[in-house]
């Protein structure tokens, strides 16, 4: 199989996702190669098309142990038998059913699935998990991710065999959330407006920055990463049980888990 093309899409409030998809990408080895930003509202309704001497590489982070549910309905994504590789990026504890969601995704998009991995980062919400993730190590086990992949991409003559992933349906709950970040501090907010422009359900005002649907929110963290003063987090009132429960999660996780991938 003769793999003309290579696509990254991502959906990574926060940069790491992005930063392991990119080092599979180049792991794998392709002169032509694109990135699509499925976190950025202004791209995110494109179709990415593609066809069968391409490969798409689509990573997201786990959140409840799921992707995203933005794309719970479907990946903007249309495939005529590309290969696909679904990758979870998540933060020490497990990835759950989200490598199966993701992939199941894929082919619902006329995809078929390669390879799929699952890697460790710093998590989104509480940096003693995972902190300083990925490594050099898992570097460079992204990289021979990507590398295996272009060898059994190079070795099939025929049609791609099924792939099984770890995984449950029907998927894990995906709750509310009850700690969406808020402006904390209106005097020391400098108003440069990179919280809205980053929050990929666009519920930041543009002018107040306050929040207007907390229901809707993520909860990926990406306004509290980017703000450059500071001023965004969980509300005085529950920021106590937050810290708590960050606490709790990372006395859980204590354990380095490693890279796994499928093959």
């Known amino acids: 199989m003769e793999i003309k093309r290579v696509h990254i899409a991502y959906f990574s409030p926060t940069g790491t996702t992005k930063r392991t998809l990119r080092a599979v990408a180049e792991g794998f080895g392709c002169s032509e190669l694109s990135e699509t930003d499925w976190a950025d509202p202004k791209s995110r309704p494109a179709i990415l098309k593609t066809g069968p001497d391409e490969l798409v590489i689509a990573g997201m982070p786990v959140y409840y142990g799921r992707i995203p549910s933005l794309f719970h309905e479907g990946l903007p994504l249309r495939g005529e038998g590309t290969p696909f590789v679904p990758v979870a990026v998540y933060g020490n504890r497990h990835y759950d059913d989200a490598v199966l969601e993701l992939k199941t995704l894929g082919e619902a ?155």
């Open 109 to 263: 998009a006329g995809c078929v699935t390669l390879g799929a991995a699952a890697f460790v980062a710093q998590h989104c919400l509480n940096p003693d998990m995972g902190r300083g993730r990925p490594d050099a190590s898992d570097l460079a086990v992204m990289k021979r991710f990507g590398s295996a992949l272009r060898a059994k991409a190079d070795g099939l003559a025929g049609s791609m065999p099924p792939l099984s992933v770890p995984g449950a349906v029907p998927y894990k709950e995906y709750k509310p959330t009850p700690f969406a970040p808020e402006l904390l501090d209106a005097e020391t907010c400098i108003r440069c407006g990179l919280c809205a422009r980053t929050c990929p359900v666009r519920i930041i005002d543009s002018e107040t920055y306050a929040v207007t649907e907390p229901e809707r929110c993520l909860f990926c963290f990406g306004c509290v990463r980017i703000c450059p003063v500071a001023v965004r987090g969980p509300r005085p009132e529950v920021a106590p049980v937050f810290a708590a429960q960050m606490a709790g999660w990372a006395a859980r996780c204590t354990e380095r888990r490693e890279p796994e991938l499928f093959f």
